[in-house]
């Protein structure tokens, strides 16, 4: 979808990565010191030049969480944000969803999944993953 002047509405967050089929997270690895930094440094940064991109594997383990109760007089529920570690060695700050009367558990395995909106906009959320995926 395309704006009035041919511009794209929802330009790709330089955290999203589609260049291998199913769209994944996206970081950068510094090329000296092989640290990983989420999300992508963009190529537009000073930085850029100094690291290469790396796509994140689809699952990681939570390494902390905490649980957010929204004001009553929203008619929010309440949502789990926590920071998840990847292979890569990463910890990535996102959203948990949890089906309903689950609790976050330290150490449990968790999938990054993309979330597009019929709108445009894409987030990532994590998701409880079968222990039993590789």
């Known amino acids: 979808m395309e704006g009035p002047n041919g511009e794209n509405p929802h330009p790709e967050p330089s955290w999203l990565d589609r260049s291998n089929g199913a769209p994944r997270l996206a970081a950068s690895r510094h090329r000296e010191t092989g640290r990983c930094v989420f999300p992508r440094v963009p190529a537009a940064s000073p930085a850029a030049p100094r690291y290469e991109p790396v796509t994140l594997s689809s699952y ?9 109760h929204p004001n009553p007089k929203t008619g929010q529920a309440p949502f789990a944000l926590v920071y998840a570690d990847f292979p890569e060695e990463v910890r990535v700050f996102g959203r948990l969803d949890l089906p309903e009367g689950v609790r976050p ?3 449990a395995r968790l999938e990054a999944v993309i979330d597009e909106s019929a709108d445009g906009n894409a987030r990532y959320v994590f998701v409880p993953a079968e222990e039993a995926v590789p």
């Open 60 to 68: 990681a383990r939570l390494y902390s969480h905490t649980v957010i």
């Open 105 to 107: 558990s330290i150490g």
